[in-house]
């Protein structure tokens, strides 16, 4: 069995703070305001960040956004090798999706398979007029296509290094962090 060691603090509560603002005011930016703009967040750590974004934004633009919460689980593609039963969370999301510009929320983008599995569970909800992707550690090493929209902060890692995002409402305290792997 493989444990991961703590190596380094990549971002402290400041600066995963400071990463959501700057990443709220560029979603507004790019999106010429928030008109039909919906974030969703991708269980476990994205949901949070979601809803952070949704208060930014908020406070920027005095609109409140609907936020949604979406579990990936029966769309990974890699449930057969798991070797676990995997548990399955609820998908929340409350409002209709066409037509709506989808900001899709995670922790950590890696080689893209999380995404993937997003959004062909998105489609299957609904057509959104276009689908974003607002991380906040993209940490390289992708398989699939799939490149960020908005980032927090790029952090090239090896493959024996493992990217741990800990959030207050999850882990009682803000911290990204770079560990090995080892074992």
Do not use: C, W
């Amino acid at each position: 069995m493989s444990i991961s060691v703590k190596k380094k603090t990549i971002m402290d509560a400041a600066a995963m703070r400071r990463a959501l603002v700057r990443i709220s005011h560029e979603i507004v930016e790019r999106n010429k305001g928030v008109e039909n703009v919906a974030l969703v967040g991708i269980r476990t750590r994205g949901v949070p960040l979601a809803n952070r974004l949704g208060k930014e934004i908020e406070s920027i633009e005095g609109v409140k956004l609907p936020v949604g919460s979406l579990d990936i689980t029966l769309y990974r593609d890699d449930l057969s090798t798991l070797g676990y039963n995997p548990v399955i969370s609820e998908t929340d999301i409350d409002f209709d999706l066409n037509r709506k510009t989808v900001i899709l929320v995670d922790d950590v983008l890696f080689t893209g398979r999380t995404i993937r599995s997003a959004l062909d569970a998105l489609i299957d909800m609904g057509r959104p007029k276009a689908i974003q992707l607002a991380v906040m550690v993209d940490r390289g090493h992708k398989e699939l296509p799939i490149r960020a929209d908005y980032v927090g902060k790029n952090v090239p890692t090896s493959n024996s290094e493992t990217v741990d995002v800990a959030l207050e409402e999850i882990d009682g305290h803000d911290e990204v962090a770079l560990s090995d792997i080892q074992g």
